[in-house]
Structure formats: structure tokens, C-alpha cells
């Protein structure tokens, strides 16, 4: 079964910079897209971003161009890192297996609590 830890989250300034990272075990983490999604405070999940099995990431449009996804098969982890944040950025981050298309119906971590405020 697939299981997930999350890390990094932090209090951070708008226009910061966060790294989050993402282990993952109990699956061929090399043959699977694995994605971000996120919760803000009363909201529903939102998926992020998507490393795919082949290599190819996607990227939520509220994210393009201050994201990135870092993704290393040796040790099954996925990094997603965070600049220019804005208080919108405020949720909960979780990383699960699957594609952008299924992500927010995955079963989820802890995650990691990322909060933008000044």
C-alpha cells in the first residue's frame, strides 16, 4: 500500500520560498505519477502539480511559474519547490500516487502545513 510522509512546511512571508519534500514507500514509486494537492482552510482539495511516470510535469495554473517539482527514483521522493508565495498558497499540502486527473480522490499522508502571512 502506498504510503506518503511529508515535510517542510513552515510559517513563511509572502514573496518567500519554501522546499517541500515528499517520501514515499510500499509501491514502484519509478512507474508511478505521483502529485501535490493542497486544502486551505475551508476549502476543498486542489491538486497542485504532477510528476508523471514518464517525466513530464504539469502544474496548476495558480502555480505555473513559481513552482517546481524536483523527483528523485532512488530514494522515492518528490520535492516541491515554492517561491514567490502569496497568502493564497495557505493549505495543507499532501503528495499521493496518481495522476493530476485522479489526485484528489487518493488516499492521503498527514501533510504538511504551509502558511503565507506577514
Known amino acids: 500500500q502506498a504510503q506518503f510522509v511529508e515535510s517542510g512546511g513552515d510559517l513563511v512571508q509572502p514573496g518567500g520560498f519554501l522546499k517541500l519534500s515528499c517520501a514515499a514507500s510500499?509501491?514502484?514509486?519509478?512507474?508511478?505519477?505521483i502529485s501535490w494537492v493542497r486544502q486551505a482552510p475551508g476549502k476543498g482539495l486542489e491538486w497542485v502539480s504532477e510528476?508523471?511516470?514518464?517525466?513530464?510535469?504539469y502544474y496548476a495554473d495558480s502555480v505555473k511559474g513559481r513552482f517546481r517539482l524536483f523527483r528523485d527514483n532512488a530514494k522515492g521522493t518528490l520535492e516541491l519547490e515554492m517561491t514567490h508565495l502569496k497568502p493564497e498558497d495557505t493549505a495543507v499540502y499532501y503528495c499521493?500516487?496518481?495522476?493530476?486527473?485522479?489526485?484528489?480522490?487518493?488516499?492521503r499522508g498527514q501533510g504538511t502545513q504551509v502558511t503565507v502571512s506577514s
Open positions: 510528476h508523471s511516470s514518464g517525466g513530464i510535469e
Open positions: 510500499g509501491f514502484t514509486f519509478s512507474g508511478s505519477s
Open positions: 499521493v500516487k496518481g495522476s493530476r486527473f485522479i489526485a484528489t480522490r487518493q488516499t
